[in-house]
């Protein structure tokens, strides 16, 4: 299937209405950008780079879409020939995947045609608004977790797809593992998973079912304690499993004085190396409440798909510089308060000293003279329309995950708070 | 792509562990049911049915799904050789898409050997949770806009697949069109849409991009007139378009007052039949406010694709009985506290008095005798492994739409409050 009609409706009429004068090949500059963060957060993480530029590569409409167009009479059959031939063949730049974004930040330059441009308007926004939004929230949980392992559990709680998408964000943002099983197919990351309550049910009792998942998976397995009585349930997995018992799940209760009792009756049964893996329903504060309890590792499901109540970045696709006919730049922006855009087309560099991030510095017009600037933010994506392999599939995947534990590394050390305050760094255009 | 590796390992770990004792065949029953409404909501709407059922059709294995689980070791060879031939061979039923939904409706129930039941607990989960949060969200949008009608335009909100599916959700709760265009061609939804204000930055003034617009689109088109100055945009897109104007849309700004000032102006312009849609981040409380305000119609985004507030509906899917090996029926339920399962089969009955919904009746293993007890909520979607083809397609989600429109009529009157309250109706296991 191709990814040419997952997009609105005005893309097209917008190159219908440009086709009439040609104004559709003029050369134009978009960027993605989020005017804020999430209310009190001090980063966020740019991610779906990777998945994005997948999806511009593969744009293109085919017979089944313009017959579609056509018949629907969405646009003229002018336009509708203009977009049989569409490929895109503009230049893209943008931040490095994984990197950290402020208010502001230009994290995406997308220049070509008008057409061309803006017509992958909404699919980019879709992607960055939900990738960005649950690597924003995975980076928190992380920081929580204090380098304890966290697994994202949640693909049941967000659309199927979407599903996938988060689990390569989360990685992305430093979580080590998925349930998810596509996510581990396409993007190379590392997939886990034991058992369900549901299978305990399916048996005359636990310790059957403990009996049989071992039978399979061996006793390094992870066996899930809750289904009936915690305490019981813990007895019976060491009694069946032996000390060797890889890891026990808890699902459900008061987590932390129930972590220390288990972590208790583990080691008092010999099992001092069974590992507590917790799953109910956390999220960063959940996380950090466990700092202090024998938790060995966390699944996260729901506030991490749902980026922890910041479910969509808030990042707007802006024309910000056009062509004037005449081979000069114009400098664009809408003018309504509130929205306001910086036109121009900018040049970000974040300003670091001793190492430490001290200001996300965006040049506008005129770029940056020599290397005392800072990090220069801006990579180039794609080339007269060919994309940076090196940007793709599960390689990429996991250069996104590195580049985002340097980012994050730069960061003052506030900036790791979970409290609400404001953006770790100051946003400057110079 | 299949759908079949959109699932959690532990799916396939468990149907690993089954399969050495044969009880992966012991006929199962799974429930798919919200333990609770979202905080303060009266009622939920089930959607996501004709998609799921047809990801249920068409979930296979194929050689390039079973080669990565065999090369990942995921699970024996003996469950590749299985997973080989797999394919849904029992019953579903369920409630009917676009029904309402109160804490624990068995709206889904699936019922099979424990691995073909159990195997789409994740694809049902993440086909529900997200549909029906946007179904949920839209039909009190849809109450709250009082008859005026309104536009999914959230695709940009949200991951590129689910946006689609936001749209369906959308349109089955009474929205009346949507941006996707995808959206159009899959599910037969009337597509919306004409111009960002990136068309505008594009020309040499307001006025020349207004006329671009209207010589591809015509006069009945929307412009959108708040790229520089409001008033200033109404007064050109009126003198370009003339009185016959079909609609301006305003994206920024106080709304209430700024609508009325528009609708004067539009009115002493001669444009008397213009209409007025307003797009700036509304959710059910905006539309709720602009109710004496002379709108037209609505256009929806962040908020009717991230469930306004609830974005995942947090829904569960619980092996709630299964056969014992002699031919009886066992209840089961997981047992822990907050977390507790009303084991067995159900039959769930919306109990009406003078047409009024009073009651969400679920009789446990004994159904009711007689037409006295109301209306019956589950159907029969699946039979042997067929789907229903009614329940499919742009069809089947037009059906949804109608029956949505009929099940919500059913509800007491203070169902529509947008304030917090429990669920409109109590349910009742009898």
Redesign the interface.
């Known amino acids: 299937?191709t990814?040419a009609?997952?997009?609105?409706?005005?893309?097209?009429?917008?190159i219908?209405?440009?086709?009439?004068?040609g104004?559709h090949r003029?050369s134009?500059v978009?960027e993605l950008f989020a005017r804020r963060l999430p209310a009190g957060r001090r980063y966020g993480v740019v991610a779906g780079t990777g998945r994005f530029l997948e999806?511009l590569r593969d744009f293109r409409f085919g017979a089944a879409?313009l017959d579609?167009?056509r018949h629907?009479n969405?646009v003229?059959p002018a336009t509708v020939d203009f977009l049989a031939d569409f490929r895109f063949t503009g230049q893209v730049h943008g931040y490095r995947e994984g990197d950290l974004y402020f208010p502001g930040s230009p994290l995406l330059v997308v220049e070509g045609g008008?057409a061309e441009a803006?017509v992958v308007?909404?699919?980019a926004?879709?992607?960055f608004?939900?990738?960005s939004a649950v690597a924003s929230a995975a980076a928190r949980m992380v920081s929580a977790a204090d380098g304890r392992p966290l697994a994202d559990?949640g693909?049941?709680?967000?659309?199927?797809?979407?599903?996938?998408?988060a689990a390569r964000a989360a990685f992305i943002a430093g979580f080590g593992a998925t349930?998810?099983?596509?996510a581990?197919?396409t993007w190379g990351i590392p997939?886990?998973?034991?058992?369900?309550?549901?299978?305990t049910?399916?048996?005359d009792s636990e310790e059957q079912a403990f009996q049989?998942?071992i039978?399979?998976?061996g006793v390094g397995t992870t066996l899930l304690v809750?289904?009936?009585?915690i305490t019981e349930g813990v007895a019976t997995a060491v009694r069946v499993a032996g000390p060797e018992l890889g890891a026990v799940r808890i699902?459900?209760?008061d987590l932390a004085p129930t972590v220390a009792a288990v972590r208790a009756q583990l080691d008092a049964l010999g099992a001092t190396g069974t590992r507590i893996t917790v799953t109910n329903d956390l999220d960063e504060f959940a996380i950090a409440g466990l700092r202090s309890a024998p938790v060995d590792s966390y699944g996260v499901g729901?506030a991490l798909?749902?980026g922890s109540g910041a479910?969509?970045a808030g990042m707007v696709?802006?024309?910000v510089a056009?062509h004037d006919g005449a081979g000069g730049w114009v400098s664009?922006?809408?003018?309504?308060?509130?929205?306001a855009t910086v036109g121009g087309r900018k040049q970000p560099v974040r300003r670091l000293v001793d190492g430490v991030a001290v200001e996300e510095t965006i040049y506008v017009e005129d770029p940056p003279v020599g290397a005392e600037a800072g990090r220069a933010l801006l990579v180039e994506l794609v080339r007269d329309g060919v994309v940076d392999e090196d940007a793709l599939g599960a390689a990429g995947t996991l250069r996104a995950r590195q580049h985002h534990a340097t980012a994050i590394a730069e960061l003052p050390i506030e900036a790791q708070s979970l409290g609400r305050g404001d953006a770790a760094i100051p946003t400057v255009y110079r």
Chains 1, 2 share one sequence.
């Open positions: 299937m990814s009609l997952l997009t609105d409706r005005y893309e097209l009429t917008m219908d209405a440009a086709l009439r004068d104004r003029r134009s978009f999806l879409e579609w167009l629907e969405v003229s008008f803006v308007e909404t699919l926004l879709s992607v608004n939900y990738d559990m693909s049941r709680r967000t659309g199927e797809r979407s599903a996938v998408a349930s998810n099983l596509e581990g197919r997939t886990m998973g034991t058992a369900a309550h549901a299978f049910l399916l048996h049989a998942q039978d399979a998976l809750d289904t009936y009585d699902d459900s209760g729901t798909v749902t479910v969509a696709y802006k024309l056009h664009v922006g809408k003018k309504s308060e509130a929205k």
